[in-house]
RNA sequence: GGUCCCAUCGUCUAGCGGUCUAGGAUACUGGCCUCUCACGCCAGAGACACGGGUUCGAGUCCCGUUGGGACUACCA
């Protein structure tokens, strides 16, 4: 059988979006699960908009999504002589030809052709002027004006074009550079990709590409057009539907994996199954699953998969991914120990990194901070006889872990006769600051005894202050 | 405007003519658990866009309507 070869062939205009991210993983996870080839190509033949900064962000990007690839990156620019040598090719066997139409006058007629009700396609006038190289002049590929190109797609399914419908695309700009249309047939006639996997809004270039493939007498590839992204209203996935850059959910705090899971789910399923390892997706993954409508981006349900990761992760492992979140809040260190301890507890309780470093407050903080409605309700007066009693306890308490402690508080809640909740929810408030935390016994045998005891007399003081 | 694509709960989807009084997930609501909040568990509400065919039988096939999307560059 055939090696599979397919590419991802990012144009490096800006950062690594969502939507790319997901046909660079559908290709990704196509070659790996057939044993076959990866290529990336970076299609910058736009040298206007092209940058380098994109590049390195497309790269990151990749990588931290755990794409590897096969071969490349290759750069477009870098082949000119290739793009040039299968030109010339189609020029000497009459399938294109110069033309020296400038750009306005081909806007102008353009205009003027949809004004009048026609169709807005190049007019062909240079196509028998015989002309020859020259400054200015831009190489067309002879179109068939006649007949019909198919597209077998293998999600969409048979789809036909009128070549009446088709114009001389220019194959060559004026700049000597090729366009997309030329340069990705050639690419990827000359890397054998055999599988070309992409994005549904490149279905109407396929036939002028399959054109090219005949008029090259190369074979053509399978081509599967994935459908896009949308956002909350349906239109296309843009800025405006909130973060689309990859790398911006890596900065709020997502997991790789989760966003990997989520993007592989949205337009691929597996019967009823949700979550899927590295592992189970390459196993699993392949094109007869994948469907054939465009999805909504629904960052609910990506949170969901990243608190599910969040959960699953080893503490340790969670740990070392906060640690940059905690450096940019300027919290001391405390230790890898320590923090692993607190993490644990706060795993269930976190849909993101962010969320997560952000209700780490209270365990690395030197004092908190408390909240106003909190404190209102819970430091009152009248819990400064109950609080005194407790601090005693705890100082007279031997062993100061999460068992002992629950027993001590329990033991004087029965005393005090009222429920665990009525001194449960002050003592949080002292040591958090809010009302909302943690299992109160492990916070404080994480905190241990001296900071315990330290917030705890900070309450006290508070308590009695309101009663003057 | 033209060409092309798409159409099951709000969202992601299962469904590949009968097993669908349409399944799962998420979000939402209620309950349980419980020191709070989460997690977890249980329950509930929620969809085949519409109209014609084809067929003994249609969410599933065909056509149309409507709606949405993409493309229509010397961008990719």
């Not at 590897?68 to 040039?84: A, F, H, I, K, N």
């Not at 329990?410 to 005090?416: S, V």
């Amino acid at each position: 059988m055939e090696q599979i070869i397919t590419r991802f062939a990012p144009s490096p205009t800006g950062y690594l979006h969502i939507g790319g991210a997901r046909t660079a993983l559908f290709n990704w996870l196509f070659a790996r699960h057939h044993g076959g080839k990866f290529i990336l190509r970076i299609e910058d033949t736009d040298r206007e908009r092209s940058t380098e900064e994109s590049v390195r962000a497309i790269l990151d990007a990749m990588e931290w999504l755990g794409m590897d690839w096969d071969e490349g990156p290759y750069y477009q620019t870098e082949r000119l002589d290739v793009y040039r040598e299968y030109l010339q090719r189609l020029i000497d066997k009459g399938l294109a030809y110069y033309c020296d139409c400038s750009p306005e006058d081909v806007e102008r007629r353009r205009q003027e052709a949809l004004k009048a009700g026609r169709k807005p396609k190049y007019d062909g006038r240079c196509r028998d002027k015989g002309l020859g190289p020259g400054p200015g002049r831009v190489v067309r590929f002879r179109c068939p004006q006649a007949g019909t190109t198919v597209l077998n797609d293998l999600i969409k399914g048979s789809i036909e074009f009128d070549n009446a419908e088709l114009d001389d695309l220019v194959l060559q700009r004026s700049d000597g550079f090729p366009t997309y249309n030329f340069a990705v047939v050639v690419d990827d006639v000359s890397m054998s990709v055999n599988y070309v996997i992409r994005g549904d809004d490149h279905v109407n270039n396929t036939p002028r590409q399959i054109l090219i493939y005949q008029a090259l007498e190369a074979p053509l590839p399978r081509f599967a057009h994935v459908p896009m992204i949308l956002g909350q209203d349906r239109t296309r996935l843009s800025k405006r539907h909130g973060a689309t850059s990859v790398m911006a959910y890596k900065e709020q705090g997502y997991l790789p994996e989760a966003l990997v899971n989520y993007l592989v789910r949205l337009g691929w399923s597996y019967g009823d199954q949700e979550i899927f390892s590295r592992e189970e997706l390459i196993e699993k993954f392949d094109l007869d699953r994948v469907g054939a409508s465009a999805s909504v981006f629904d960052q609910e349900k990506l949170l969901w998969l990243n608190a599910h990761y969040i959960k699953e992760k080893p503490a340790g492992e969670i740990v070392r991914l906060l640690k940059p979140f905690l450096t940019e809040r300027g919290y001391p260190d405390h230790g890898d120990d320590y923090l692993e301890r607190a993490v644990a507890t706060l795993q269930p309780r976190c849909r993101t990194l962010r969320e997560m470093a952000d209700a780490a407050a209270f365990y690395l903080v030197e004092d908190v901070e408390y909240d106003p409605k909190a404190a209102e309700k819970f430091l009152t007066p009248e819990l400064a006889g109950p609080l005194k009693r407790l601090i005693e306890t705890l100082k007279g308490l031997e062993r100061f872990e999460e068992a002992e402690l629950e027993k001590a508080f329990r033991r004087m809640a029965e005393d005090l006769g009222v429920k665990l909740g009525k001194i449960a929810q002050p003592v949080r408030v002292a040591l958090t600051g809010v009302t909302a935390s943690p299992g109160l016994f492990e916070i404080i045998d994480i905190l241990g005894k001296e900071t315990v005891l330290r917030r705890l007399e900070k309450a006290l003081r508070f308590a009695e202050a309101r009663s003057q």
